[in-house]
């Protein structure tokens, strides 16, 4: 299964915070791939260049440059699980993909009251938010 990255930061000490589509952040540490892979000691060798890091086209992984990426399974795998007060959300076109619905799905079981506006789901501006936990006990586990 594929843990599509949302969003991914530089920290101090060549780490990573990489937040994923189902609502788990997790911390990943790039230092031991100095040693087992040439091509990142350039990033040892330059802070700037680890510092611009982007989460690569559709999420898949992340990547700095032409030469150096890692795949969202590598960062899911062997990333440290940390809590955020963002845990368990996730947006309504996540959720419908990983569930195989569609955001009209989502809309009308919070009209109707099968999630619960304000616990289950939120809008924040444009955005609507889910846990991952009301779509785990409304419609079971991911399909993707």
Same mark, same amino acid.
């Given at each position: 299964?594929?843990?599509?990255?949302?969003?991914?930061?530089?920290?101090? @000490?060549?780490?990573?915070?990489?937040? $994923? #589509?189902? +609502?788990? %952040?997790?911390?990943?540490?790039?230092?031991? /791939?100095? &040693?087992?892979?040439?091509?990142?000691?350039?990033?040892?060798?330059?802070?700037?260049?680890?510092?611009?890091?982007?989460?690569?086209?559709?999420?898949?992984?992340?990547?700095?440059?032409?030469?150096? @990426?890692?795949?969202?399974?590598?960062? $899911? #795998?062997? +990333?440290? %699980?940390?809590?955020?007060?963002?845990?368990? /959300?996730? &947006?309504?076109?996540?959720?419908?993909?990983?569930?195989?619905?569609?955001?009209?799905?989502?809309?009308?079981?919070?009209?109707?009251?099968?999630?619960?506006?304000?616990?289950?789901?939120?809008?924040?501006?444009?955005?609507?938010?889910?846990?991952?936990?009301?779509?785990?006990?409304?419609?079971?586990?991911?399909?993707?």
């Amino acid at each position: 299964m594929f843990h599509k990255v949302k969003a991914v930061n530089a920290l101090p @000490d060549f780490r990573l915070s990489v937040q $994923f #589509a189902e +609502g788990v %952040t997790k911390i990943y540490d790039v230092k031991p /791939l100095f &040693a087992k892979w040439a091509p990142f000691k350039a990033l040892k060798n330059s802070p700037e260049l680890f510092s611009c890091v982007e989460v690569d086209a559709g999420g898949y992984g992340i990547v700095w440059n032409d030469d150096l @990426d890692l795949s969202c399974d590598e960062l $899911f #795998a062997n +990333g440290e %699980t940390v809590s955020t007060p963002f845990d368990g /959300l996730m &947006a309504f076109t996540d959720a419908t993909r990983l569930w195989g619905l569609n955001e009209s799905t989502l809309r009308k079981a919070i009209a109707y009251g099968k999630l619960v506006n304000g616990v289950d789901a939120c809008k924040f501006g444009k955005q609507w938010v889910i846990s991952t936990e009301a779509m785990k006990r409304e419609y079971g586990l991911p399909k993707a």
